[in-house]
């Protein structure tokens, strides 16, 4: 996972963007006793390019849970023929 950003308060930021066009974006912010909330944003292909995102967060109690899962979403969105950018 990418370091935290002091300026943003996110503890790691992803952008996946494929034909120029953001499709998804990760985020992650740290919790109490080390949980992690992975907020999700995804700008599906076929809707308008100024459409509203759908937002999703994504409770993991460990920092361990959140990097496995957001590393196999990466690589998912990779697969998809998707840039990633931090």
Do not use: W
């Amino acid at each position: 996972m990418a370091r935290k950003d002091a300026s943003s308060g996110y503890l790691f930021e992803y952008e996946a963007r494929r034909e120029g066009r953001t499709v998804a974006v990760l985020r992650g912010l740290e919790g109490v006793n080390g949980a992690i909330t992975v907020q999700t944003e995804v700008y599906p292909v076929t809707a308008h390019a100024n459409a509203d995102p759908q937002i999703r967060p994504y409770a993991f109690p460990t920092r361990e849970l959140a990097t496995r899962f957001v590393d196999e979403a990466l690589l998912a969105l990779e697969y998809l023929g998707c840039t990633l950018a931090t």
